[in-house]
């Protein structure tokens, strides 16, 4: 009895990413959990312990979270109106955070009553933070940055040198007296407390949305726009670099790794990690939506984005993972050792099952076949089998066959498949040949069909004259390389003839010289 010829499925192998120490590393985050707020969540700061508990400023609140229990543990509610940027003191004893009323409230942790009210700004505040133990920067719609002395809540400097709203800054980690904003003016200042006016600046190019310093205090970093560029602040707010990973407007900066990361979220879903050296991706994260603000604990161990929707997306870092992997290795060393000292061991029969579909081919069941291969898990997961069994189906002759007398659904399913992967080189050829059949079939009654079919057979139309189109461009794409190839060629070969004829007339006027000197 001669075995049934199995369906020949060709594997496509996917792009090899290279495993490196930073992929390892944060790999580990693991998948998120969600927490849901109500509206945009416009800031995420982590407290300076190793509990890692995070601030998160949306709506009308400031609430902080436990990361491990998922639970709030404080909620500062004192607000009338939208609370922005809550941010915690070094020692987590302090909050402060700027609202929609144009003020800048100081909370304390532990009892979450307002120690302190400062009122001075004629717009909304969006960014506050501590520029020291006993002074705070806020950063305002009003134009201005305002440095408060927190004993008597009045402002020591008030800085109004932007043209448009400030909503990103921060304070020099090694010298407390140097304070910078970045505004919707796309202008980045650098201001002295010291003195009363700005002591540099520099042109960002894109309204300014958040920004930082190294903790060497020697280099800023700015992202608005789709860019991120690094500043010489030593130097004079030279250009360092110029960084372009983000499709859409680049949200918020955060250091990691103690200072040795830069990390970056998007209205692109994405996060992109940094090595602060090159400034080239190490690694990158995905969220289910755009993300509006992003924090991270000082020790990596969570990071938390918050996104346009209210959903604050939970990462941490697991430990477990080598814990696990080591006893798994033990237990499999433990097996091998027991085997060591046996004879001989028999291996365990595996039976091959046979494929679904190879059975509806074996027993001449095409149509089967061909709904099988239009299962919604095998085109979107495995589109290579779907594409095999359709191969199989025209070699067999049996496609025609298989497409007659199906249902509108399925038809509907058949054409929206070939639509899908069409333009995929992998499966070109043979989805080219299963829509010629499709045509050859109901070629007469497409027009009485449903109006989902109509749509789908419309799109494809419409994909592959794109697909004609393309082709066409490259192929006179093609013809003028060849063109400007030959000419090269043309002009090496005419080059070459001519360095040959100018050694042949050297070497002709060497000889007729050795010819001279014997001959006197």
């Not at 003020?103 to 942790?109: A, H, N, Q, S, Y």
């Not at 448009?164 to 980690?173: K, L, M, N, Q």
């Not at 029969?349 to 898990?377: C, G, M, T």
């Not at 009654?445 to 004609?468: C, G, N, P, T, W």
Request: charged share 25%.
């Amino acid at each position: 009895m001669n075995s049934f010829k199995r369906t020949n499925v060709q594997t496509f192998n996917k792009t090899a990413v290279p495993v490196t120490p930073d992929s390892i590393y944060w790999k580990k985050l693991g998948k998120p959990y969600h927490i849901k707020e109500f509206g945009g969540i416009d800031y995420i700061d982590f407290c300076h312990s190793e509990q890692n508990y995070f601030a998160v400023s949306c709506s009308v609140r400031v609430q902080v979270y436990n990361p491990t229990t998922k639970l709030v543990i404080k909620n500062f509610s004192k607000f009338q109106q939208q609370a922005y940027g809550g941010n915690f003191r070094y020692d987590d004893r302090l909050l402060v955070a700027g609202d929609e009323e144009s003020t800048v409230r100081l909370f304390d942790v532990s009892s979450k009553n307002i120690l302190r009210l400062f009122k001075g700004h004629k717009a909304p505040v969006h960014r506050t933070f501590f520029a020291s133990d006993t002074t705070i920067a806020s950063y305002s719609d009003d134009k201005t940055v305002k440095v408060w002395d927190i004993p008597s809540e009045k402002a020591l400097n008030t800085f109004a040198e932007h043209s448009d709203y400030i909503r990103a800054g921060c304070v020099s980690p090694v010298s407390l007296n140097l304070i910078l904003s970045g505004g919707y003016d796309k202008i980045v200042k650098m201001y002295d407390t010291r003195t009363a006016n700005s002591v540099m600046e520099v042109m960002h190019g894109s309204p300014v949305e958040s920004m930082l310093m190294l903790p060497t205090g020697g280099i800023f970093i700015t992202a608005g726009g789709t860019e991120i560029k690094v500043w010489d602040a030593l130097g004079g707010g030279k250009l360092l670099a110029s960084i372009n990973q983000h499709h859409k407007t680049v949200t918020c900066l955060r250091m990691a790794s103690k200072g040795k990361r830069l990390v970056s979220a998007s209205l692109d879903k994405h996060c992109k990690i940094y090595d602060i050296a090159t400034y080239q991706v190490v690694h990158s994260i995905d969220f289910p939506n755009s993300i509006l603000s992003l924090g991270l604990a000082k020790n990596d161990k969570v990071l938390a984005g918050g996104m346009v929707d209210g959903t604050v997306s939970v990462f941490r870092m697991d430990d477990t993972e080598n814990d696990e992997s080591n006893i798994k290795f033990t237990q499999q060393q433990r097996r091998f050792d027991v085997l060591d000292k046996v004879d001989e061991v028999i291996k365990d029969h595996v039976k091959n099952a046979e494929p679904q579909y190879d059975k509806y081919l074996r027993k001449y069941n095409y149509s089967a076949a061909l709904e099988f291969a239009l299962r919604p898990h095998l085109t979107n997961k495995t589109p290579h089998v779907s594409v095999a069994i359709i191969r199989e189906l025209i070699h067999r002759k049996g496609l025609q066959r298989a497409l007659m007398g199906r249902t509108q659904n399925v038809l509907a399913r058949y054409l929206n498949f070939i639509k899908k992967y069409f333009n995929d080189y992998r499966f070109n050829r043979t989805l080219l040949d299963a829509a010629t059949t499709f045509m050859q079939v109901y070629e007469h009654s497409i027009y009485s069909m449903s109006s989902d079919v109509q749509q789908h057979f419309i799109a494809l139309k419409d994909r592959i004259q794109e697909e004609e189109k393309l082709s066409l461009e490259f192929m006179e794409l093609r013809g003028v390389m060849e063109l400007l190839f030959s000419a090269s060629n043309v002009e090496s070969i005419d080059s070459v003839k001519a360095q040959n004829y100018s050694n042949l007339q050297t070497a002709s006027e060497d000889a007729k010289r050795k010819s001279i000197i014997s001959v006197e």
